[in-house]
């Protein structure tokens, strides 16, 4: 079976982790700190705070940014769920908006028309790994005293006009969960340069103890556990710095796809570098052509399966998920671009380690299938 992805893990990442358990610090260690020193810097940031989950994360930004109900929150519908759900968790309400074909993220043009009174912020996500028009979404933010989140789970190392996804926002994560570009099993990083923030997240990771000062069963605010272990932490250390090599290889991996994929008729390829932007590679999308309906699109997922190709559908749009249409009453139609991409996104088989033959192989069944559906 060729799977969809798979994390690149060396002796350098075990060797760090059994250090770890040679010791008698598990959880709120020298690791943690010295991972968010490391990704701190690498995200051109004043802090990072380490937490259990990209997920956890935009939790507790949305805690600290003190998000409530009958506040709106604007972002796209194109995205993993996490970067909605987050919103509701504090009782907001996500505002949609279409995304812009090409780069599959947040139309930025659509934004204005969108802002009311109960606007607190913009959640925009790097989609793919491809940074969203942050410059834009900055200045339209200043202009109407706007939060902006920044979802960068899927793009580290990635960057926009010369500076890194993550450094954005009043506010950005990253996620490390094992399909992204680097792992730590589980865990997610909360990135700002905002002291109140960095303050905010790192007591209410932790039970919502003093930041500093705090005895053990002292709590003075809500709290979670949303805490980063010391074995994560040290895994996630020899993965960030193996960064631009996994970074490297994955893009290799996108070149040869592209090269391949962009010989097949009515198969688009997934958008390269291009004038100031240089994008960090999560999965490898191909987009069939208008020509394809959904279904047929399903049949190739399931036709690749049965030959040990392992596809996905990326992403189903979050305002047509069961949960979303039940509490808000949205239907098909609302957000067209973004639901025609869905329908016609195939995920394919994409890690830094996979093999020319196997892509060759992706590539080949992809072809007899599409001309079977
Ligand atoms: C992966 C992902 C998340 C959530 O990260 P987890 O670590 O899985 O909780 C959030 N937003 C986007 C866009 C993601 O791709």
């Given at each position: ?9 060396t ?24 991972f968010?020193?490391?990704i ?74 969108k ?14 790994g ?29 960057f ?10 009043d ?5 490390f ?28 990771r ?19 556990n ?13 993965q960030?710095?193996r ?131």
């Amino acid at each position: 079976m060729i799977p969809l992805s798979s994390p690149d893990i060396t002796k350098k990442e075990q060797q760090a982790v059994l250090k770890v358990l040679q010791t008698s610090t598990l959880s709120l260690g020298p690791k943690l700190q010295e991972f968010e020193k490391r990704i701190a810097a690498f995200a051109e940031r004043k802090y990072a705070v380490g937490v259990s989950s990209g997920t956890a994360a935009l939790h507790l930004i949305a805690k600290a940014m003190g998000f409530q109900k009958g506040d709106e929150v604007i972002t796209t519908p194109f995205s993993f769920i996490a970067s909605s759900n987050c919103i509701l968790y504090e009782g907001a309400k996500p505002v949609f908006v279409d995304i812009d074909e090409e780069t599959l993220n947040i139309d930025v043009s659509q934004i204005e028309r969108k802002i009311t009174k109960k606007t607190k912020a913009i959640l925009a996500v790097d989609v793919f790994g491809y940074p969203a028009k942050w410059e834009e979404i900055l200045s339209l933010a200043k202009e109407y005293n706007l939060k902006v989140i920044e979802d960068s789970a899927e793009s580290i190392g990635a960057f926009y006009h010369g500076k890194p996804c993550g450094s954005f926002g009043d506010a950005a994560i990253y996620s490390f969960y094992p399909n992204k570009q680097m792992t730590t099993g589980e865990g997610g990083m909360v990135l700002t340069d905002d002291k109140r923030i960095a303050d905010a997240v790192n007591s209410m990771r932790n039970q919502g103890r003093k930041v500093k000062g705090s005895q053990w069963l002292e709590h003075v605010r809500l709290g979670y556990n949303y805490r980063l272990p010391e074995i994560e932490s040290a895994l996630g250390i020899v993965q960030l710095q193996r960064l631009s090599s996994l970074l490297q290889k994955r893009a290799r991996v996108a070149d040869v796809y592209t090269r391949m994929i962009g010989q097949i008729p009515g198969v688009f390829t997934s958008p390269h570098n291009t004038q100031g932007i240089k994008r960090s590679w999560f999965v490898y999308v191909a987009t069939l052509s208008q020509d394809y309906t959904r279904k047929q699109r399903d049949a190739v997922i399931a036709a690749m399966g049965k030959q040990g190709i392992q596809c996905s559908t990326y992403f189903q749009t979050i305002h047509l998920q069961p949960f979303y249409r039940k509490a808000f009453g949205y239907k098909p139609g609302l957000f067209p671009i973004a639901e025609s991409v869905s329908d016609r996104t195939i995920a394919l088989p994409f890690f830094g380690n996979i093999t020319e033959q196997q892509m060759q192989r992706v590539v080949k069944t992809l072809k007899r299938c599409l001309e079977k559906v």
